[in-house]
């Protein structure tokens, strides 16, 4: 998906995917600061501006969150805005899938300044990336390292079984054209020195959310793979991708805090949050194809938007 989407305005909930008539001017993402060393399928910084928009109302309200929680974190360009912003007091990222993992243990806990030096050291020729695809991993930092080639030479980011290589790539330059180095070690380095503020889980999101119910000053930000109402979008995009939607919609309902939910505009999700009692607002972007699209936030309480 590219980081591009059109503000500022947002449509009331819409009754069905066809009726989403979405207005507003379009915000190029390269506006909004990149702190993730991924380049993630589905990946959410077009959302910065909404989620500042949030957590800044929630303050206003005294209801600044302690904590907040990603259960689907992925790349976690969310998580990573807000800890780098200060948007709450401290911010939990979850994720199952146990490569992208690698990545966050190791920036988070392990030797992330190893693995920001390997990236600078290593040169992109098609022997070694084939190489380092095919080694099998001996340490976690290698693991992290291996992850992150696979993210940067596999189309579009893909890091799900079956992706395969880039072939022109930008300007021509084939596999190892979204290689930067530089910029993937500074993004770590920039990580590394506000770890404190961060804490990573591998597992379940969904079930490790369940122990957080009770707690009214913690903020949700849930953005699964899109595979609802059978869905395929997200499965070809992660390794992980099966999940209980409606479980997932049940837990939003019974959370004290506040959440936010992104997904895809289908009909099943409308159904899902009508269920549930939740507001609906479509919001459009562009595809990598510059293809319309619209995606949805899924709330409790979506008054803010309107401020
Ligand atoms: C849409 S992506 C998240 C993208 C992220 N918001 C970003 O900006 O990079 C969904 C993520 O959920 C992960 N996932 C799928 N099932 C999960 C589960 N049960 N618990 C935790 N993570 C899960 C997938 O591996 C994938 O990384």
Not at 39 to 68: I, N, V
Not at 202 to 226: C, S, T, W
């Amino acid at each position: 998906m590219e980081q591009l989407a059109l503000f500022p305005q947002l449509d009331k909930d819409v009754a069905s995917p066809s009726q989403s008539n979405v207005i507003g001017g379009i915000v190029n993402v390269a506006t909004v600061p990149q702190h993730s060393p991924f380049r993630y399928p589905g990946g959410k910084t077009w959302l910065a501006p909404r989620m500042r928009q949030w957590l800044r109302w929630l303050g206003r309200q005294d209801k600044r969150p302690t904590e907040f929680i990603e259960p689907f974190a992925g790349g976690g360009s969310m998580s990573l805005l807000v800890a780098f912003e200060r948007l709450a007091g401290h911010v939990t990222m979850i994720e199952l899938d146990p490569e992208v993992a690698a990545v966050w243990h190791t920036v988070l806990e392990g030797d992330g300044t190893l693995l920001a030096q390997d990236i600078l050291c290593f040169t992109p020729t098609p022997a070694a990336i084939a190489k380092t695809l095919t080694m099998p991993p001996t340490t976690l930092e290698a693991r992290a390292f291996q992850t992150i080639v696979r993210n940067r030479v596999q189309r579009g980011g893909i890091l799900a079984p079956g992706a395969g290589l880039i072939k022109q790539g930008e300007a021509g330059r084939g596999v190892a054209s979204r290689w930067y180095p530089e910029t993937l070690k500074r993004r770590i380095l920039d990580i590394i020195a506000i770890r404190e503020r961060i804490t990573f889980i591998e597992g379940d999101g969904l079930r490790i959310a369940k122990q957080y119910v009770h707690r009214d000053d913690v903020a949700f930000f849930f953005d699964p793979p899109y595979t609802a109402a059978g869905k395929k979008a997200g499965s070809r995009l992660y390794s992980c991708s099966e999940l209980d939607h409606e479980a997932l919609f049940a837990l939003a309902g019974e959370l004290h805090g506040d959440f936010l939910m992104t997904y895809d505009n289908a009909e099943g999700v409308h159904e899902l949050a009508r269920k549930h009692h939740f507001e609906v607002r479509a919001i459009a972007m562009k595809n990598t194809h510059h293809a319309k699209m619209s995606e949805l936030l899924i709330g409790r309480d979506l008054r803010w938007l309107d401020e």
